[in-house]
């Protein structure tokens, strides 16, 4: 299935913050060589339970080091390590918007409160991370950061792609335990530190075109 740009989605989703040492963050994060080391001292690690899109139902994990600096002397975030159970979500997603999906399986055990998720990839659990809703999640009216700070970088096939997700809906706290990667294919979460966390009980995100231009 051909999917081209843009794509608007709807789900739920979890983001979670976590300070973590530098020795782990920054070679386990999985951003592309071209770019500089990430800086800061917080990673982000989310997980997203896709109803609707593009190329239908799908769950996905991903991580982000922190921002990079890019070839054009931009500093940008970008996502360093992203699993989806979709094939055609990792093909398009990859060629869109220069991700580096890669097809997992998921395993998710819902709870009164939240779920527990398992990753497993080519044959061996990767990571996991327990979830939790922290009460009622609130409508929140116009948009939820400025567009500089959604804007998003990726480097593939000696090409820069450079895009602003937009999202609405409601927004509640959320926890996150017994979070943990086994440092290869995931971060090692369970050294981090949780800095705060989200849940967002029925988003829509609208993924526009990426900026697409050979690296300088």
């Not at 973590?20 to 770019?35: I, N, S, W």
Request: proline residues 8%.
């Amino acid at each position: 299935m051909d999917a081209p740009a843009p794509w608007t989605l709807r789900g739920h989703a979890y983001v979670c913050a976590l300070a973590m040492p530098d020795a782990l963050r920054r070679p386990q994060g999985g951003t592309a060589e071209a770019l500089g080391p990430a800086t800061g001292r917080l990673g982000v690690v989310m997980f997203v339970d896709y109803q609707r899109s593009e190329v239908g139902p799908y769950r996905e994990l991903l991580f982000m080091p922190g921002p990079c600096r890019f070839p054009d002397g931009h500093r940008r975030w970008s996502i360093g390590r992203i699993y989806v159970s979709s094939e055609d979500s990792a093909r398009n997603g990859n060629r869109n918007w220069g991700l580096d999906k890669r097809v997992a399986s998921f395993r998710v055990e819902r709870t009164r409160y939240g779920e527990s998720v398992t990753v497993r990839y080519q044959d061996r659990d990767i990571a996991g991370l327990t979830l939790k809703r922290r009460g009622p999640a609130l409508p929140v009216l116009g948009p939820w950061l400025p567009e500089r700070w959604r804007r998003l970088g990726q480097v593939r096939d000696n090409q820069q792609f450079v895009f602003a997700p937009s999202v609405r809906g409601r927004l509640g706290v959320a926890s996150l335990s017994d979070a943990w990667g086994n440092g290869k294919d995931f971060p090692q979460l369970q050294y981090g530190r949780g800095r705060g966390s989200l849940y967002l009980p029925d988003f829509h995100l609208d993924f526009p075109e990426a900026d697409i231009r050979p690296l300088s």
